[in-house]
């Protein structure tokens, strides 16, 4: 089993900055990509950005320019660097991996229980 665990989201002004954190941990054997998702009330949940083992990213239009996510493998952890904030950026932003656990052979798709971000003045 593994386990994600968010932290960083909280209320910010427009034009402000935050920095989300997404730590994994448990019984894991190995991280592959992990992203980050967002989803607002009555909405969708939609893709942020995601980030391959080896660092290679993809981003969302609504965010490049402004978004940076980014790994530490040693630590089992994924960023998000969030700039230029919009009231539209309002939402819970939710952490995702695909992981192989030590007993488990098959790559599975876990989630944290997401961290709230409120743009707003």
């Known amino acids: 089993q593994v386990q994600l665990v968010e932290s960083g989201g909280g209320l910010v002004q427009p034009g402000g900055s935050l920095r989300l954190s997404c730590v994994a941990s448990?019984?894991?054997?190995?991280?592959?990509?992990m992203g980050w998702y967002r989803q607002a009330p009555g909405k969708q949940r939609e893709l942020v950005a995601k980030?391959?083992?080896?660092?290679?990213?993809d981003l969302a239009d609504f965010v490049k320019g402004r978004f940076t996510i980014s790994r530490d493998n040693a630590k089992g952890t994924v960023y998000l660097q969030m700039n230029s904030l919009k009231p539209e950026d309002t939402a819970v932003y939710y952490c995702?991996?695909?992981?192989?656990?030590?007993?488990?052979?098959?790559?599975?798709?876990?989630w944290g229980q997401g961290t709230q971000v409120t743009v707003s003045s």
């Open positions: 995702n991996a695909e992981a192989y656990s030590d007993y488990d052979p098959r790559a599975v798709d876990y």
């Open positions: 448990g019984s894991i054997f190995s991280l592959n990509a």
């Open positions: 980030i391959t083992h080896d660092d290679i990213t």
